[in-house]
């Protein structure tokens, strides 16, 4: 199994499949593992749980060992409000992915992007890779695409979709030195944020900080930056990307200076990617399938998680859900159509905006990773979309069922 891409969706699929006994290659664009939950400082896993009041765990796999581990190093914690998210230190994060990879055998190939896919037929025969080495090809039964942009697929040749207005990004920056007795609650600073916003050249007029108990640190997520495809535009965003970022660190020491007088950047992301391009699959999610909670036969992911659309400049579209709300991934939509070895896992599935933007969250990710696994070990060399649903549905179970 070749899988692209190596952030959450990625690294399950990855592993999932060197448990199930493949040989696995995984291959990031970055210099480094872990993808956005690692380098782009997200600070949490969203999309987990369920609702308040029962916070009903809704994803498992990866999730059972990350958790266990780092919680008992202290490098985690959960918060509750109309949900459960759960905060870690993303440089133990970072580390617990190399090793995890090490661990299962996995090969590892990074700072590589794809040069070209070779084909026979229906099938994806050899992907080319570039490095600043030299180029490498990796030829494999089966193909996860993970890469968030719907890479391979783009490069592989199959229809793919772009949004059609922009999707902002965020630039994440972690501020050390907080006082966290003073700090601000979280209405009192999104209103100052509000307020303030237009004064210190901020385009994104709300925003959150995410401390970390204890440790003094917080990630700050106040920014909305343009996440374009081009190369020279997408430099010229993450440069402009971090001049939101100082500005929103300007705003918060000015106006919270109690809190955040003495704090300081200890590190910036990569740029925060929420949507780009993705696959045109078997199946699109729509908005309506999410607000129903519609239960699809193929169902692999579930997710509680709110509409959370960054469609403007300003702000964003947060529409939760009731108590007992769970939508759910369908197999259809991770499967593109005219190819039968490759599928498709993590913000690159198929949904129109509104409903990606609450299935893109690191929970449903990751169970698309780990169900692309056991669809391609259960086909072998066969075709995707000849899976057997009731075997597959006996191993998802337990990021569908209970």
């Known amino acids: 199994v070749c899988v692209v891409g190596a952030g959450i969706a990625g690294l399950s699929a990855a592993i999932e499949s060197a448990r199930l006994g493949r040989s696995v290659v995984l291959v990031d664009a970055l210099p480094v593992l872990g993808g956005q939950m690692v380098n782009s400082l997200i600070g949490l896993f969203c999309g987990v749980f369920g609702n308040a009041p029962a916070y009903r765990r809704l994803t498992h796999g990866i999730f059972d060992d990350l958790f266990a581990d780092l919680e008992a190093t202290g490098d985690l914690f959960y918060r509750r409000t109309h949900t459960t998210t759960v905060g870690y230190d993303e440089v133990r994060l970072g580390r617990w992915v190399e090793q995890t990879v090490a661990d299962n055998g996995i090969q590892a190939i990074t700072g590589a ?75 009192e600073l999104a209103a100052r944020i509000g307020e303030k916003a237009a004064e210190f050249g901020l385009h994104r007029r709300d925003g959150l900080a995410f401390l970390f108990p204890g440790r003094g640190t917080a990630v700050l997520n106040m920014t909305h930056i343009e996440a374009p ?42 740029p925060g990617r929420r949507q780009t391009r993705w696959v045109a699959a078997v199946h699109q999610l729509t ?70 933007s609450s299935v893109r969250v690191m929970g449903p990710c990751a169970a698309e990773g780990f169900a692309a696994a056991h669809v391609l070990d259960l086909v072998g060399k066969d075709s995707v979309h000849d899976v057997d649903l009731g075997a597959l549905a006996e191993r998802v179970a337990p990021n569908v069922e209970g």
Not at 119 to 129: L, N, P, T, Y
Not at 263 to 270: E, I, L
Not at 304 to 333: C, K, M, N
Request: aromatic share 8%; glycine share 8%.
């Open 287 to 356: 908005v309506d399938e999410v607000r129903a909670g519609t239960r699809f036969p193929d169902a692999v992911a579930r997710t509680a998680w709110p509409i959370e659309l960054h469609d403007t400049r300003q702000g964003y579209v947060w529409e939760t859900f009731g108590p007992d709300h769970v939508h759910y991934v369908p197999l259809r939509s991770m499967t593109p159509p005219d190819v039968h070895n490759l599928l498709v896992a993590g913000r690159c599935i198929d949904g129109d905006a509104a409903a990606l």
């Open 113 to 187: 992007v794809i040069l070209g896919v070779t084909r026979s037929g229906d099938r994806v025969e050899s992907v080319r890779f570039a490095t600043r080495y030299g180029t490498i090809d990796v030829s494999a039964t089966g193909f996860v695409d993970a890469s968030g942009d719907a890479a391979l697929a783009w490069e592989t040749g199959l229809p793919c979709r772009l949004p059609d207005r922009e999707i902002y990004g965020s630039q994440q920056v972690v501020v050390e030195h907080v006082d966290e007795a003073r700090c601000p609650d979280p209405g």
């Open 229 to 270: 495809l081009d190369p020279i535009a997408a430099a010229d965003a993450q440069i402009r990307g971090k001049e939101q970022a100082d500005r929103a660190f300007a705003l918060l020491r000015a106006e919270f200076p109690d809190a955040f007088g003495r704090a300081r950047v200890r590190t910036y992301g990569f």
